[in-house]
């Protein structure tokens, strides 16, 4: 069992979900959770929360139904010079940030391109985990990506939305041991992370656990259970 998903999202998403953020920390709080990320999708996203939003986040209870809260952001990378949607002042003030690419807001280039991106945009020391780069509507240099990851203390996600049966992004697996191997040759930790829109998949990591099992990723390199470390690794800028 893991005890921190740092990769959700609630109805100030603006899609997937009706459900409140005390909604989501309930059900974690019934898995067991001990700390959960609130990860809602960036103001670029159609029906996602406003730069006001995010304002307000910064005066939300750190702690409900005994569950630690962090607060953070889902970028979208909007370009290949690795612009963002969400303006530096907000950022930074936000525990830590998520960049990712989305059909909706950005239109894929080659494995080039899109590696460069990747790369500018985490180049912000908000930012601390590139999600879900295992789709293939994204080609990327993993080896490029991992060595510039290590240079800007970031990590990859092992993403149990990607993997599960209800996911959307195809198949993924090549990619995610991709993402092993590079995180492991680079010496990276990784992250699993739902991915939860609402309350159902939170702390739900089914598919991606035995994933990384199986490849035989070393436990030890599994952030989830390691609160102390994770929490510094998360908002150390």
Known sequence: MYVSDMHTHSIASGHGTMSTITAMAKEASRK?????????????TLAAGTASYFRS?????????????LYGVELNILDVDGHVDLADPLLSRLDYAI???HRQNYTSG???????????????????ILGHCDSPAFPVDYDELAAA????????????ASLAPYGYR?????????ILRVSASHGLPIVLSSDSHGP??????????EF?????FPESEILNNQLPRLRAFLMTR
């Open 32 to 44: 067991g959770l001990k700390l959960l990320g609130i990860t809602d999708h960036g103001p670029a």
């Open 57 to 69: 986040l910064l005066y939300s209870p750190r702690r409900r139904f005994d569950v630690d809260l």
């Open 99 to 101: 960049v990712s690419m």
């Open 110 to 128: 080659t494995a080039v391109e899109n590696t460069q991106a990747y790369i500018r945009a985490m180049q912000h020391p908000a930012v601390r």
């Open 149 to 160: 990851a290590k240079e800007h203390n970031v990590i990859f996600e092992i993403n149990e």
């Open 170 to 178: 195809g198949d993924t697996r090549a990619n995610c041991l991709e």
């Open 200 to 209: 159902e998949h939170v702390g739900d990591f089914t598919c991606a656990a």
């Open 212 to 216: 990384v099992h199986q490849a035989l």
